[in-house]
């Protein structure tokens, strides 16, 4: 008779017991999806995916594979038809690691994106905004709302509250939905850096569904930079929802002494 502990099991304890023998040696569908993944997010191309090379790639069964590949086409990463077979949606990958502007968001290589804007008004300054950019006194909030394209397929929903001084406000013309350059454009204001930058996950509500054209409820990428000039001052509080099936981010870590 086999008995176990009473009390919780402990979730790695339960992994083991209930792990098959796998017949390769990354047969698992949550390592091998994230390492697929993975590897079609860091291409700058979109690519013909054969399941016989991938099962010898990923050291993965046939089985294991054509799952991981359901639902990769589920997600929208990957592409699958009868006469075309399975081939990668092209992903841009967006640099996290520079501030830039929308245009410059590629980096070196020109990946085309750009902002189209759709609202903006001044919301004289909301208190969380207000702490959020550490302002003081008169100072008033702009907000700019925009999509995010490239070659006109919607890549996400940009939304800046950009802080403008009491002599800033003073007939303000918005005619620039990127913050960066619409500071440096109007007021010679010069942005050196994030003074923090959030990444994250959400979902995607009615209105951003519509908007970017996704299923209410899929997921998307959170980013989110507080912009400073060059005294330190934070300038703007910059977020965007990006579709999770069209974006990857890529920085530079290193590791402190």
Not at 10 to 35: F, K
Not at 207 to 224: I, N
């Amino acid at each position: 008779m086999t008995t176990h502990p009473v009390g919780p099991v402990r979730p790695e304890t339960l992994y083991q017991r209930h792990r098959q023998t796998p017949d390769r040696l990354n047969n698992s569908m949550r390592r091998t999806y994230d390492l697929l993944r993975s590897a079609l997010q860091s291409s700058c191309e979109s690519q013909y995916l054969v399941e016989g090379e991938l099962t010898q790639a990923l050291s993965a069964s046939r089985n294991t594979v054509r799952a991981v590949l359901q639902l990769l086409a589920k997600d929208g990463l990957v592409t699958r038809s009868p006469k075309r077979g399975t081939r990668s949606a092209r992903v841009t990958t967006l640099r996290i690691n520079d501030i830039a502007p929308v245009e410059a968001f590629g980096g070196e290589r020109a990946i085309h994106t750009e902002l189209r804007a759709m609202d903006h008004q001044i919301l004289g300054c909301p208190g969380l905004v207000r702490e959020r950019l550490q302002l003081v006194g008169d100072w008033t909030v702009l907000m700019m709302e925009s999509l995010l394209l490239q070659h006109e397929l919607v890549l996400g929903i940009s939304v800046s509250y950009v802080a403008l001084s009491p002599e800033e406000s003073r007939d303000v013309v918005v005619d620039e939905p990127d913050a960066i350059l619409f500071l440096e454009k109007h007021f010679d204001v010069r942005i050196r850096g994030s003074k923090s930058t959030t990444i994250g996950a959400t979902a995607a509500d009615e209105q951003s569904a519509r908007l970017v054209g996704v299923e209410v409820g899929a997921p998307m990428l959170f980013l989110e930079d507080v912009l400073e000039d060059e005294q330190g001052q934070p300038r703007a509080l910059s977020q965007f929802r990006l579709r999770s099936d069209l974006i990857a981010f890529q920085t530079h870590a290193v590791r402190s002494a």
